[in-house]
């Protein structure tokens, strides 16, 4: 593609993507896109037309007078009440948004799921997903979704899962531009057709707690500096993700805060098996292990690590302040 | 119809975060030759309903699950207001299960708060409002060709000025929460980020930095001498200094005048703040808000703030009636097919109201309530308008980031974040404090660990309210009653303004 323009619209969701974005750096989101050879046909947050202007807009794509490249999508689609759709009717329109969606989608050279509300239904089809809430092409785990497990979009593609609650900006912006260069191909994307760009790391790969992972030095409560896996609930073994390599707002992740990763990038993470902040155990184990990891070799070598702990990684495990700071080793100059 | 209205929906609104419909009647001019007898005419605004179109459930979602969940589904309530969500709901955790949050934590807290409160009032102003003064509708102006070149949107070089900034300033979330938005740091004891040595310097600088942004671009003063204006005429007296394109302040006075948005969305003048930023001294022994809670009103003047008179009022939302208007802490947010097809329903917003009465929340408001003196005396002149709103909103990033820096210096690194007592596994609480967008309480129960009841009012829940059973409208409503409307327009800029004036956020609103 030479340019390309894109098309965002938001559903279910809490808009939290598009916050994200903006946050974009080194260049900005607007400099970046411009450099990537991308313009914004409409963008909720950015562009200055509004209501009738906007629906002349998407009537044009859908007529097919206005080719459409990217249609991002951010928010789950609402197919409640009753499959009415009416917990979310596109402003100005009273049409349902699930039906826009539905329209544009059949135009669209490449269609992105915008977090993983659009991706999978994400949050807001948590608990008994009372409004009906889907991703687009997929339901949690399951491919069918919104447009059904058959969709491909005209550039030969299903939809684009660039999940994540919220996606870091860059995650975006990098699968756009690799769409621009038409480098995206089946096999850059993993078996949730999330771009591997970002999911072939994991949320562990460069935790800055790893020392304490490899001695089972656990944190016990909120604010503790150890690992979080064994007690907090921490999923970062197995959450692809490249949170703790790339980091979020100029140096930051949800572990660096003192937070377990709750694998936000993942189908159905909404729902854990007990709660968010609890490792379940069976017989004290953990139940989800690292991923790649056998059972009993984690047993094995996590008795042994344990029982090699130093004092220094044991303590300040369970402080919120650096107690023993690492010893300093001389040379024997005498 | 007759012959002199004509109806307009108008939507999707963009430039607010979430989703918006608008049904306005409008009374033409029936002396404007042009409209004459076909509707299209110069006009103004009868009678609006707001409608927020989107509902999710989060109310619902709630109930059953583990206590310490909430903190990880209520930042996902708003994108734009996360920190806000999660603190209302550590806050109301720590009420109903009896833990006090640190001295540290407070600080972390409220310097998280203020870290996402300012972001929002300088997206809003850049973003948001002003690339509407670069609207075609203008091109006649004499002001006209300076504003569009700096406002315009996507292409305005306001835009590549204030993205860096904006991203730089919430580094402070990378330090100090992990992330923004959706931060999982923040607990009912505190913070579960202890900021080191080494962190609290970057957050000194952060805050430095970004108060140099102010002085340079905004403001082109520096923020003790924006913070030093105390009247009227001090403000005119400081505007006159420069030119008008010297500054983004300067400009949008300016503009505000040429405009008349001293005129433009008045509503009902009665301004709700539940207050902010609890500050331990020192020794974090006692607290003080740095806002204040309370009520103002046009003859009365300030009131004390009583929440136990808020009642959420649902005659005509796509709620089902239960058993009609209800404290938040007894309210109830069931959905059906036949809720949405209920008579004279018309937005999934409840309407929450005081006393019975319509209120309006938002910076202005925290001004006001506060008794900053300028805004009290503008308030005085001309009441809540697109004028009053946005400054008050401009003048509150100065009045607040010297805050912040004073919060981050206080900030003791060898002292606990957290206080880790667990929560009770029974209890009540709530919390009310105040986000970018105004007034925000969360009501909780927990039974056996879990939650048994978790209602929500958010600001733009407040001002975006739909009629009451006493046919009241809400705040938004009431503000577009008179608004003018020009010819053949199908968006009305002065509707446009007034809307965005409020900064609403729809995604808290029904949530």
Known sequence: ?334 | MSDNTRRLQVGPFNRVEGDLDIRLDIATDTSDASGKGNGKGTGTVNSARVNSTLFRGFEQMLVGKPAMDALVYTPRICGICSVAQSVACANALANAGGVQPTANGIRSQNLLLANESLTDLLTHFYLFFMPDMARPVYQQQSWYEPVAERFQAIKGNATKQVLPARAQFLHLMGLMAGHWPHSMAIQPGGSSKAVTRQERLRVISILAEFRRFLETTLFGADLDAINELDSVSALTNWAAQDSWQSSDLRTFLHLSDQLTFSQLGRATDKLMSMGNYPQPDLAGSSLSLQVSRGLWLPTAGLQPLNTDAIKEDVSHSWVEDGSGAEHPAQGHTEVSLASSEKPHAYSWCKAPRLNGEVVETGALARAVVSQRPLMTELMQQQGATVHTRMLARLLELAWMLPQMQQWAKDLQVDQPYCNNTALAKEGEGAAMMEAARGSLGHWIRLKNGRISHYQIVAPTTWNFSPRDEQGQPGPLEQALEGAPVMAAEKDPIAVQHIVRSFDPCMVCTVH
């Open chain 1, 1 to 334: 593609m030479a340019r390309a323009n894109l098309l965002w619209l938001q559903s279910g969701g809490c808009g939290g993507c598009t916050m994200s974005l903006l946050n974009a750096e080194r260049p900005d989101l607007v400099s970046t896109l411009e450099n990537a050879g991308i313009d914004i046909l409409w963008h909720p947050s950015l562009s200055e037309q509004t209501g009738a202007e906007v629906q002349a807009l998407l009537e044009s794509v859908i007529a097919g007078e206005t080719p459409l490249d990217f249609l991002c999508i951010e928010g789950s689609m609402l197919r409640g009440p009753a499959g009415t759709g009416r917990f979310h009717l596109l402003g100005g329109t009273g049409i349902p948004m699930i039906q826009w969606v539905s329209k544009l989608a059949e135009k669209a050279r490449y269609t992105l799921a915008i977090g993983s509300c659009a991706a999978f239904g994400g949050i807001s089809s948590s608990s008994d997903n009372i409004t009906d809430a889907t991703g687009l092409q997929f339901e949690g785990e399951l491919r069918g979704g919104l447009l059904g497990s058959d969709y491909k979009a005209s550039g030969g593609l299903p939809v684009v899962n660039v999940s994540g609650c919220p996606t870091h900006p860059d995650w975006v912006t990098e699968t756009l531009m690799q769409l621009v260069l038409d480098e995206g191909h089946e096999d850059d994307f993993d078996a949730f057709f999330r771009p591997r760009l970002y999911t072939d790391q994991l949320v562990h790969h460069g935790c800055n707690r790893n020392e304490y992972y490899e001695y089972k030095a656990s944190a016990e409560e909120p604010g503790d500096l150890g690992c979080m896996m064994e007690h907090m609930g921490c999923l970062g073994t197995q959450a692809h993700a490249d949170c703790n390599s790339r980091l979020w707002n100029g140096g930051g992740s949800c572990t660096r805060a003192g937070h377990a990763c709750i694998n936000c990038t993942a189908p159905e993470f909404e729902e854990p098996r007990q709660s968010f902040v609890e490792t379940p155990k069976i017989a004290g184990i953990p139940v989800g292990l690292p991923t790649d990891m056998p059972k009993a070799w984690f047993v094995a070598l996590a008795s042994l690590s344990k029982a090699a702990t130093p004092e220094r990684l044991k303590e300040n495990a369970r402080s919120d302040h650096l107690i023993y700071p690492p010893t300093l080793h001389k040379k024997n100059h005498k």
